[in-house]
């Protein structure tokens, strides 16, 4: 059976599951980025032209720089309710956030699992994971036509922003013919990219460039390994008057040292250390280095997470636990 024709099963079973469900809930990863929350605010918009009653849940920072798109209300402190989950971009329930509820609902719930990231284990009663999209953006969009949505405005803008964002503004390797005639689609119903590019990769807070020039002042380039590395503690997000939300899309900045064949930010958030890795340039499979620490993501982007504190010394930066 044909990719296309397996992905289009698989839309139609979601349509009908949508269709014949009275309670349903979104999640998506933590610390959501443009192709998580594009994609959550899309999917809500469109529920709601269903006239469904949908809750959208996330954990986590949003950052300023997407407060331009239509988002929902999320839901924080209210628990999910059983019924259907739809779990978008997210490779791993843990990183929901909302993983001992969902997991505490499962026999009442069926959960459909929507992603381009690969996965080790799909989660889902439906799995709709497809590594060769850009976005789960992408994925959305095709939702969006099988259940007969009409895009209008605001939705374009929510999947613009993932598929862009997710493709580095159509400069990743990832960014394929499909994606481009989605997005010229989007743009015909409306979708600003001149916003979404300003707002996404352009306008920067002072707290933001304050946070950044803290990681281009620790940059270290590893010439032997070809890895650029550099470090942001939660002291510096306190001077700064950031948020981790500020980082988002710094760790592309590093991965521009011409001679890098990957780069690695380590940012320090309680007693956990979140670990980001980019490859552009040497065709590194960062997603490999991120399985190691019990992570994961895309061959060019991915990251991880471990517990311990970073401590200065004398011969630099080092993890300790504590």
Not at 8 to 28: M, P, R, V, Y
Not at 246 to 255: A, H, P, R, S, W
Request: net charge negative; glycine share 8%.
């Amino acid at each position: 059976m044909t990719t296309v024709k397996k992905l289009k099963e698989k839309l139609e079973k979601t349509k009908e599951l949508i269709t014949n469900s009275e309670d349903i809930s979104i999640f998506t990863h933590n610390d959501p980025d443009g192709d998580a929350l594009g994609s959550i605010s899309a999917l809500n918009l469109a529920l709601k032209k269903l006239n469904k009653e949908a809750r959208a849940y996330i954990s986590g920072e949003i950052s300023p720089n997407f407060y331009f798109l239509p988002i929902p209300r999320f839901e924080n402190n209210s628990p999910p309710r059983g019924g259907l989950f739809l779990v978008l971009d997210c490779a791993d329930l843990k990183r929901t956030g909302f993983e001992e509820e969902i997991s505490n609902l499962k026999d009442e719930s069926t959960i459909i699992n929507i992603d381009h990231h690969p996965q080790e284990e799909e989660f889902g009663y439906l799995n709709i994971v497809y590594p060769s999209f850009t976005s789960t953006s992408e994925l959305i969009f095709y939702l969006l036509e099988t259940l007969g949505i009409e895009i209008d405005k605001d939705l374009a803008d929510c999947l613009l922003t993932g598929i862009f964002t997710d493709t580095g503004s159509f400069m990743h390797p990832n960014t394929t013919e499909n994606s481009l005639v989605i997005a010229s689609r989007l743009v015909s119903k409306g979708a600003n990219i001149k916003e979404i590019a300003d707002y996404a990769f352009r306008r920067k807070n002072i707290s933001t460039l304050r946070l950044w020039g803290r990681v281009l002042l620790r940059i270290k380039n590893d010439r032997q390994k070809g890895i650029v590395t550099s470090i942001i503690t939660k002291k510096d997000l306190e001077d700064c008057g950031a948020t981790k939300a500020d980082l988002e899309g710094v760790v592309n900045l590093i991965n521009a040292v011409p001679d890098a064949k990957a780069a690695l930010l380590l940012t320090q958030d309680e007693n956990q250390i979140k670990g980001s890795l980019r490859s552009e340039n040497g065709g590194l499979d960062v997603r490999r280095i991120a399985r190691l620490f019990g992570g994961g993501g895309h061959i060019r982007a991915s990251g991880f997470k471990i517990k311990g504190k970073l401590h200065e010394t004398s011969e630099g930066w080092e993890i300790i636990e504590e």
